[in-house]
């Protein structure tokens, strides 16, 4: 946890900004209810425990079966979790009081878990307003119906837009205590990429190296930050079989991240040759996804929209592409055609932070999106879920990547979409290339942007293949 005023201020922020939202006296309460344990097979065989995100932001406490009230309109703070008894201690052992847990994150007052179910049914009564965020766990989502007397199927509507925005204008930017954690996740994130590059090698099961990498997270800090992409088909984008033996002469897409002890996430990408050495045809793709990442490094910085980066690496694909004769046109036609789409069916990049995918339960165009900016419905940039206007203290994802994917271009190609400006004739070579993603995690600064952790993995073609002959 960090110490106790960073999540007094917080909620004192937190408790401001509502109270700027709403007439004087009438902001009501906000509710936030804590992650429970989830039954894997059975209740005492639980998937392991995360705490919700939003909650471990405002309250730090990473442990199931808690909720809290924050009174807009007089300011309390009251934390509802119930203390052990003999029946638990025989199987948790002795554990602190829910006062000092409290009194750990700035709250004085606490009641039992169950007592919350009269507050807020008494705030109801009173017509008083109940906000609460967008549940994204059933038993989050049954709790809250059951609290304030609506169907569940009415819950995710009934949210605040309110609290939403308040929240996301706070984890959006982060602070320094945050970039540290990030920098930790990164630093761990590093070395689970390092692992897994020391041991591609032909004739080995991709599950080996995943069990390796993992390990690493595992052994120092909470685990994966999301499910680990480990694949010789990088041209599916989020492949979690591991199941192939590698084959020479391959693309290894490696797209994992750590989330450490403090639940901040980090996520890259590298995508190695198999046998550790590019082919030319490999090689060529390599530096333009390559050459992109640098771009969309280059031009992050306050002020810049990263809609605007996302299509100027749209462009410099294309031109990238245009080189080795898989398109031809204007480059600005192109670009506003949305033709890279055809290779990169993906944004540039995400928020990160306490989520891999920062926030992304709280609404994926609030968190991602200014309130002037629409979300395009073309393939590729469509999919961008960071568009915003940059400012310091942002922490995005820089990923951008080609694929062939057979039934895509298929697609394209009876539909007749991009023709004239596709070669599908040459496409037809690289139906068995794969996909090629790099990604690094950047902080945006008052100067520009820095990639975060202490080190960058092996990036430019001949620094991944001199790092696999090590
Ligand atoms: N690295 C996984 C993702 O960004 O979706
Ligand atoms: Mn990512």
């Known amino acids: 946890m960090f110490e106790k005023n960073i999540y007094i201020e917080r909620r004192r922020e937190l408790l401001q900004k509502m109270a700027e939202s709403a007439p004087a006296g009438q902001a009501g309460i906000l509710l936030f209810v804590g992650n429970t344990e989830a039954a894997a097979q059975y209740k005492d065989n639980a998937y392991k425990f995360r705490q919700d995100s939003s909650w471990l932001y405002y309250f730090g406490l990473d442990e199931p079966l808690m909720a809290a009230v924050l009174d807009v309109d007089d300011g309390t703070e009251t934390l509802f979790a119930d203390d052990v008894e003999i029946g638990d201690i025989i199987w948790m052992g002795p554990q602190p009081s829910v006062a000092s847990k409290g009194a750990a994150v700035g709250i004085a007052a606490t009641a039992p878990y169950a007592a919350l179910d009269a507050v807020v049914k008494k705030a109801c009564a009173?017509?008083?307003?109940?906000?609460?965020?967008?549940?994204?766990?059933?038993?989050?989502?049954?709790?809250?119906?059951?609290?304030?007397?609506?169907?569940?199927?009415?819950?995710?509507?009934?949210?605040?837009?309110a609290l939403v925005k308040a929240v996301v204008s706070m984890r959006l930017v982060k602070r320094p205590e945050e970039i540290a954690q990030i920098d930790d996740a990164c630093a761990l994130g590093y070395e689970m990429h390092t692992v897994a590059r020391q041991a591609v090698r032909p004739?080995?099961?991709?599950?080996?190296?995943?069990?390796?990498?993992?390990?690493?997270?595992?052994?120092?800090?909470?685990?994966v930050s999301f499910p680990t992409i480990l694949t010789q088909h990088g041209e599916t984008l989020h492949n979690h079989l591991h199941d192939k033996v590698i084959e020479p002469g391959k693309l290894m897409v490696i797209d994992a991240g750590a989330e450490n002890n403090m639940h901040y996430a980090s996520d890259f990408t590298r995508t190695l040759p198999t046998g550790g050495r590019f082919t030319t045809k490999q090689r060529e793709v390599y530096q333009i996804v390559c050459d992109c990442n640098e771009l969309a490094f280059s031009l992050t910085r306050p002020g810049i929209t990263y809609r605007e980066v996302h299509l100027a690496v749209a462009r410099k694909m294309l031109e990238g592409l245009q080189a080795i004769g898989l398109v031809k046109g204007d480059l600005d036609e192109m670009t506003a055609l949305g033709i890279a789409g055809l290779f990169q069916p993906h944004g540039l990049g995400h928020n990160m932070g306490l989520d891999v995918h920062d926030m992304e339960d709280l609404g994926e165009n609030l968190v991602g999106y200014d309130p002037d900016q629409t979300r395009s419905k073309q393939l590729g940039l469509g999919s961008l879920r960071m568009a915003r206007r940059l400012v310091p203290g942002h922490v995005i994802t820089d990923e951008p990547g080609i694929y062939f994917i057979p039934a895509l271009?298929?697609?394209?190609?009876?539909?007749?979409?991009?023709?004239?400006?596709?070669?599908?004739?040459?496409?037809?070579?690289?139906?068995?290339?794969?996909?090629?993603?790099?990604?690094?995690?950047?902080?945006?600064?008052?100067?520009?942007?820095?990639?975060?952790?202490?080190?960058?993995?092996?990036?430019?073609?001949d620094d991944v293949e001199s790092a696999m002959s090590c």
Do not use: C
């Not at 990604?439 to 945006?444: A, G, H, S």
């Open 126 to 161: 009173q017509g008083r307003p109940v906000h609460f965020l967008p549940p994204s766990r059933y038993y989050n989502t049954m709790k809250l119906a059951d609290l304030v007397g609506i169907p569940a199927a009415e819950v995710p509507a009934r949210a605040s837009q």
């Open 203 to 223: 004739g080995i099961v991709e599950q080996e190296i995943v069990g390796k990498m993992e390990g690493v997270t595992l052994s120092k800090g909470w685990g």
């Open 409 to 461: 271009i298929e697609q394209w190609k009876r539909e007749g979409t991009g023709k004239g400006f596709v070669n599908f004739d040459a496409l037809a070579s690289y139906y068995d290339f794969g996909g090629i993603r790099l990604e690094d995690d950047v902080l945006v600064t008052p100067e520009g942007a820095r990639r975060l952790g202490p080190n960058r993995l092996p990036i430019f073609p």
